[in-house]
């Protein structure tokens, strides 16, 4: 009963967090993006992504008993963990693999501009991580026996966080390139959730995590 009820209140609060997400997306994202340029539109950006994604992750992070977690200090340090430099080997062969398929060729794609690197490198992975596994994976992992559904079900939030972005993208997306999105998101969530779960630390998630998207806007484009 007590698990169901916390299930509950997390799901809730995920459910808040998506509309609050979506509201910001539409609201506030979108017209920076069109209003903005260049490095102000960067800056703009990411500020708002740090104060809804680190700032609501920090705070629910801290103001939650460390009980209620399965890994209790989950921005511990761990570089010493061996998968983190096999993972990391493994999607810098299928980028590269990637976009020599697909240009015939590898190398720094034309759309791709230094101001990617702020958002793609250095402010995503960890606003992304804080949330969804040292906050949601790590309450979720503790309700529930099975590390495998737990990861399968944070996966799959994790990939719906993302509907906000790809709903309010101009022109719009085809739907099967939101659905080939989703899946690709999900299995990179669940890769991040096992990275977290296995090193019982954020960094190896946060920076294999950095690496991908850093990877997809220099070689394959965004």
Request: glycine share 6%; aromatic share 14%; proline share 4%.
């Amino acid at each position: 009963m007590l698990h169901q009820r916390a299930g509950r209140q997390l799901l809730s609060q995920y459910g808040y967090f998506f509309v609050l997400w979506f509201v910001i997306q539409v609201f506030v994202n979108v017209p920076i993006i069109n209003l903005a340029s260049g490095w102000a539109e960067e800056l703009l950006t990411d500020v708002v992504k740090v104060l809804i994604w680190l700032g609501v992750g920090l705070y629910m992070i801290f103001h939650t008993k460390r009980d209620q977690f399965v890994i209790e200090r989950p921005f511990q340090l761990n570089l010493k963990f061996k998968p983190l430099y096999i993972t990391l080997i493994a999607i810098i062969i299928y980028m590269l693999a990637t976009a020599f398929i697909q240009r015939h060729s590898i190398g720094v794609v034309a759309t791709f501009k230094p101001t990617m690197l702020l958002q793609d490198f250095l402010v995503v992975g960890i606003c992304e991580e804080t949330v969804f596994r040292g906050y949601l994976l790590n309450r979720l992992r503790k309700m529930i026996d099975s590390q495998q559904t737990a990861l399968i079900i944070q996966a799959i939030l994790f990939a719906l966080i993302h509907l906000p972005r790809y709903l309010t993208t101009y022109p719009a997306l085809p739907i099967l390139t939101i659905l080939s999105q989703l899946v690709t998101v999900a299995i990179l969530g669940y890769l991040f959730g096992w990275l977290f779960l296995k090193s019982r630390s954020l960094w190896p998630g946060i920076i294999v995590h950095s690496v991908w998207d850093l990877l997809i806007v220099v070689l394959i484009g965004s």
